[in-house]
């Protein structure tokens, strides 16, 4: 089954910085990912997703890019505000089948 | 709309007990899944339901068992829980099995002592 890595676990900016977020997945016939936020306490919820024949997409403040041929995808996340602290969920999910998530990255950011 | 309800909020059983989870969505959505989290393992696949009237296992369905009781309501139930099974449970729904945006309930703590 497919397989996803996610580093680093845990990422300690500074405000105003920028932080990223990789993801590696196992299997080539992966079509969609999705990135997820949970902030503490509370539920996981997404924030931005990317599809297999886009190589990168931007929302405000944060973007996704995508290599197929390394088959990585990053989160990158500009300006970073302390109510972006949260543990930060990569997925991939191959055909129609279900997502397969990363095991996260608490990222902490400090005023 | 509420979204995905998931009930009890928390639960302390003892091994051997059992329990069920319950979870509700008003959303119309055909696609239900059961996620447990624990700590720096990710959410990780029990069972879904890609429609009314159908269950499959996900990456750790031992132990647990679900019911999809109709279009809303998708439930699981660990029949002799054990300490093993103290995480957190995340119910969720979307539009289709393939659906891309999948919404959460917001979970039930359970500790099994």
């Known amino acids: 089954g497919e397989n996803v890595e996610q580093h680093p676990s845990t990422l300690s900016v500074q405000e105003g910085d920028s932080a990223v977020i990789k993801c590696t997945y196992s299997d080539s016939a992966s079509n969609y990912f999705p990135w997820y936020k949970q902030e503490l306490g509370k539920r996981p919820q997404l924030i931005i997703d990317i599809r297999s024949n886009v190589g990168e997409k931007k929302d405000q403040r944060i973007a996704v890019t995508l290599n197929k041929t390394a088959k990585h995808f990053s989160l990158h996340i500009t300006e970073t505000q302390p109510e972006d602290s949260a543990v930060y969920f990569c997925a991939a999910r191959v055909g129609y089948s279900t997502l397969t998530f990363g095991k996260g990255t608490m990222l902490l950011v400090s005023p | 709309n509420a979204g995905v309800t998931q009930t009890p909020k928390f639960q302390v059983l003892k091994t051997g007990q059992s329990m069920t989870l319950q979870c509700a969505q008003d959303?119309?959505?055909?696609?239900m899944y059961w996620y447990r989290q624990d700590p720096g393992m990710g959410l990780r696949l029990i069972y879904y339901?890609?429609?009314?009237?159908?269950?499959d296992k996900g990456e750790v369905p031992n132990g647990y068992n679900v019911s999809r009781l109709n279009k809303r309501e998708f439930s699981l139930r660990l029949e002799s829980a054990a300490p093993s099974q103290t995480s957190v449970y995340f119910c969720?729904?979307?539009?289709?099995?393939?659906?891309?945006?999948?919404?959460f309930g917001p979970g039930t703590r359970l500790l099994v002592l």
């Open positions: 339901s890609a429609s009314e009237g159908t269950t």
């Open positions: 969720a729904s979307s539009e289709q099995s393939h659906g891309e945006t999948q919404y």
């Open positions: 959303m119309n959505h055909n696609s």
